[in-house]
């Protein structure tokens, strides 16, 4: 099963910042937080990772709580091709393998 | 660089045939999985290889199911025979190593009637 929750689903309007939050309250010292989102009929992308520090990409930015049993994931500037279920991921680490394990996420409809 | 491609797109079949899908991951990806995505849920990691070895099959069906990567490289994921409850997505993702990124191809959707 999914170590996190989401909403599922949250509406943003153009050019405004979504803040997408997760809770992941189980999480292990070394397990990081993953996002990734998938626009309809397409395959999941990767979006951004971290650990426990905040991080940023060009996608976007992961505030991580310093207890690290939550996080949000930034898109600063929405535009309607940011429509997409957007899944956030602690990764399952079974021994020495990572993997993740997708929940249902969080539809994100970015309105005009 | 060139993406994670599939084939085919769609497929639809009748329940207790079989079918295949084939996978070619970006070059120089070591690790390759393949997921099952239900309508509505998320992807279900179905199997994964490091090179040309397994690493994980915990919820690949294996009286059904069978996948393998020969030579390190393609792989293929075969159903025989179909059951109505798995049309679904079948997504193909892979990485440079297991700790990397994960990138996905466009998936082949099969319905099972």
């Known amino acids: 099963d999914a170590k996190t929750t989401q909403p599922p689903s949250m509406d943003c309007a153009e050019g405004r910042a979504a803040n997408l939050p997760c809770n992941h309250s189980t999480i292990s010292g070394n397990e990081y937080v993953y996002w990734y989102r998938q626009i309809h009929s397409q395959g999941p992308q990767y979006i951004i990772h971290?650990?426990?520090n905040n991080e940023t990409n060009e996608m976007a930015s992961l505030i991580i709580t310093e207890d690290r049993k939550s996080s949000t994931l930034i898109l600063p500037h929405a535009t309607l091709r940011d429509t997409a279920v957007y899944y956030c991921?602690?990764?399952?680490?079974?021994?020495?393998?990572?993997?993740?394990?997708f929940g249902k996420g969080t539809l994100l409809t970015v309105n005009p | 660089e060139a993406g994670v491609a599939q084939s085919p797109r769609y497929k639809i079949i009748e329940k207790r045939q079989s079918v295949a899908f084939w996978c070619n991951p970006i070059?120089?990806?070591?690790?390759l999985y393949w997921y099952q995505q239900i309508l509505g849920q998320g992807p279900k990691l179905l199997i994964q290889?490091?090179?040309?070895?397994?690493?994980?099959d915990s919820q690949l069906p294996k009286d059904r199911f069978s996948a393998e990567r020969l030579k390190g490289v393609d792989s293929t994921l075969k159903i025989q025979p179909a059951k109505l409850e798995d049309s679904a997505v079948y997504l193909c993702?892979?990485?440079?190593?297991?700790?990397?990124?994960?990138?996905f191809g466009p998936g082949t959707r099969l319905t099972v009637l």
């Open positions: 971290g650990l426990k």
């Open positions: 993702a892979s990485s440079f190593d297991r700790y990397n990124e994960q990138f």
């Open positions: 991921i602690v990764e399952d680490d079974g021994g020495s393998n990572y993997k993740l394990t």
């Open positions: 070059s120089g990806h070591a690790t």
């Open positions: 290889f490091q090179n040309n070895g397994v690493v994980d």
